[in-house]
């Protein structure tokens, strides 16, 4: 498989997944339903992400640029090397996609997962459907859907959120995940 096809092969399972009541809202790898919080919600932020994907022992990188504010939430994922896979963003009422590998991806759901990761547990909660539910402790989240996690979250490092592993048991993904620092020009 080639470079970061992997990454997107990852995400396309949850294909069987997109079949959704409302377009802000998304069917979550394992089961149930988050709909995507506004943006008011957080304080403006934008990120510079290394993420290392695994499936089943096979590893791909991906670079991921991530802009917040008040008009939404811009995604875009890229190669190592600068190549643009997917360009995602949200307006706060509908997530769309300007550039997407596989049509089955559904960009509610690349939305969800970066809310449920780093959005305030109380805007999280608003967004999970029944019988969805949120359980937090020190450095971890899990996102509960009849008794089972459909997806784990530990946050490691001294600032919020610069460190994340992510655990997707249904689809049997994880995902490492680093802020990379800040480049002024």
């Avoid at 294909?15 to 409302?22: G, H």
């Avoid at 994907?53 to 995604?75: H, K």
């Avoid at 859907?145 to 994340?164: K, N, V």
Wanted: proline share 7%; charged share 20%.
């Amino acid at each position: 498989m080639k470079p970061v096809i992997l990454i997107i092969a990852l995400l396309a399972l949850s294909a069987c997944a997109t079949d959704q009541r409302e377009p802000h809202c998304a069917v979550l790898i394992g089961g149930g339903e988050y709909c995507l919080q506004p943006t008011t919600a957080i304080s403006p932020f934008e990120l510079t992400q290394k993420v290392d994907a695994s499936l089943r022992g096979r590893r791909e990188t991906l670079i991921v640029e991530l802009e917040a504010d008040a008009d939404g939430i811009r995604f875009a994922g890229l190669t190592p090397f600068g190549h643009k896979l997917l360009q995602i963003g949200y307006d706060n009422r509908a997530a769309t996609a300007t550039l997407l590998p596989d049509s089955r991806l559904s960009p509610s759901l690349l939305i969800a997962l970066l809310q449920l990761a780093l959005w305030p547990a109380d805007a999280v909660r608003t967004g999970l459907q029944t019988p969805l539910t949120l359980e937090e402790s020190a450095g971890q989240r899990r996102i509960i859907f009849r008794d089972e996690a459909t997806l784990t979250i530990d946050y490691q490092g001294d600032s919020p959120h610069r460190r994340m592993h992510l655990t997707l048991p249904a689809a049997g993904i994880e995902l490492d995940i680093e802020n990379l620092p800040v480049i002024e020009p």
